[in-house]
């Protein structure tokens, strides 16, 4: 299939990171909504999910989205707490260059982000791009997945600095793990959306230059870390599950 600008759909690098063209938005809501649905109910199957908080969301006219990363179908819970509305979603530019399943990610509102630092300061610009087509987006701080873990990593800045940038909130999302119980006890989701964080809290922005402050961006990132880290301790996560850090996927070219 082909956009308008004529190339395929297929991600390669150097490319922008969000196509906004009229045929790919078609094209992502078709394919978004019957997947989403199918593999929520799988979820729920696997993880006896509720989500918490979501009206918390409503009067949000723009906001980024932060949690831990616990589990290859993140994505699913994540685009579940803002249904129908639909949100993009940040991954390792590595996943989107697998055949197939790249195009699939992206379809879903998957964006790539290459691995660079220039990557990271370039990524506001092309958020503001996709933001005015949805009203969130959702990342990763931690970089990478810790199967079920709850002992939240470090957060890397990114997230805060296009907040920072694009002077919008944050809301923070805790995935939260309890067990099902019995003999052969199974790992249970609890998913809380927490009050929004916005960026002016902590002077991201210098008044006098204008400028980002990363030094503020970086406190910013350890706050919202240490409130999803509170949630999770407050509503009893279980570390019984852990299972360590999951592997990257790479694609061709990566």
Do not use: W
Not at 22 to 34: G, M, N, Q, W
């Amino acid at each position: 299939m082909e956009g308008k600008d004529g190339l395929l759909m297929g991600y390669k690098k150097g490319r922008p990171l969000i196509d906004t063209s009229l045929f790919f938005r078609i094209a992502s809501a078709l394919t978004f909504y019957p997947v989403e649905v199918l593999a929520y109910a799988v979820y729920k199957v696997l993880y006896g999910s509720k989500i918490f908080g979501r009206t918390k969301l409503q009067k949000l006219k723009k906001a980024v989205l932060v949690s831990n990363h616990t589990t290859f179908l993140d994505p699913v819970l994540m685009s579940a707490v803002v249904y129908p509305r639909c949100a993009y979603h940040t991954l390792l530019e590595s996943v989107v260059l697998v055949p197939f399943l790249g195009t699939l990610c992206r379809l879903l509102g998957g964006v790539p982000v290459p691995p660079s630092i220039r990557s990271m300061f370039n990524l506001p610009k092309e958020c503001a791009k996709g933001l005015t087509h949805r009203r969130f987006i959702h990342l990763y701080p931690e970089g990478e997945c810790y199967v079920q873990n709850q002992d939240v990593f470090p957060f890397h800045p990114g997230a805060f600095l296009i907040a920072a940038e694009l002077d919008i909130p944050v809301v923070p999302l805790a995935t939260v793990f309890v067990s099902s119980g019995g003999k052969t006890p199974k790992p249970r989701v609890r998913l809380y959306v927490l009050d929004a964080v916005h960026p002016s809290r902590f002077n991201c922005k210098n008044p006098a230059t204008g400028k980002t402050d990363l030094k503020a961006v970086r406190v910013f990132a350890e706050y919202v870390r240490e409130r999803i880290q509170s949630e999770i301790n407050e509503r009893g996560g279980t570390r019984e599950f852990y299972k360590g850090h999951m592997p990257r996927i790479v694609g061709e070219g990566a």
